[in-house]
């Protein structure tokens, strides 16, 4: 196995956060991130229209999939504002154990950065959408 093409699928880490503004690892300052095995992109909300309710989109969440993640991290802002969808729930319960997601997490923002980063530490292929206010 290439040594390079583990660290180039590498989940970058999230060196800080506060309220509206996130540095991520390798990839720069932002907002809102959607984070996965060899990168990350802003989370643009206006793309898979999403809105506090109902929440984070199926279409965000298969992208994290796409990138090969098997650790899936969903944040609910940092007051419990954002919400998840139904169809979010319901897929990532269907697919945990049954495909290549292993486990996923659903928390506050600060909650869903430690075990993002803790996983990403592991070297797990960890995914995540990394919502900085609300």
Request: charged share 30%; aromatic share 6%.
């Amino acid at each position: 196995m290439d040594e390079n093409a583990d660290v180039r699928k590498k989940s970058p880490k999230i060196n800080s956060i506060s309220w509206g503004h996130m540095d991520v690892d390798g990839i720069g300052k932002g907002k809102d991130f959607k984070l996965y095995p060899g990168g990350a992109s802003e989370w643009d909300w206006n793309v898979s229209n999403t809105k506090h309710t109902p929440g984070i989109q199926l279409m965000d969440v298969e992208e994290l999939i796409r990138h090969e993640s098997e650790y899936i991290v969903l944040s609910k802002g940092m007051k419990n504002q954002l919400e998840i969808s139904k169809e979010v729930r319901e897929h990532l319960e269907n697919v945990k154990g049954s495909s290549s997601i292993k486990e996923y997490y659903i928390k506050t923002t600060e909650e869903a950065v430690e075990i993002y980063n803790k996983l990403a530490n592991g070297n797990k292929r960890v995914g995540a959408l990394i919502h900085s206010t609300c």
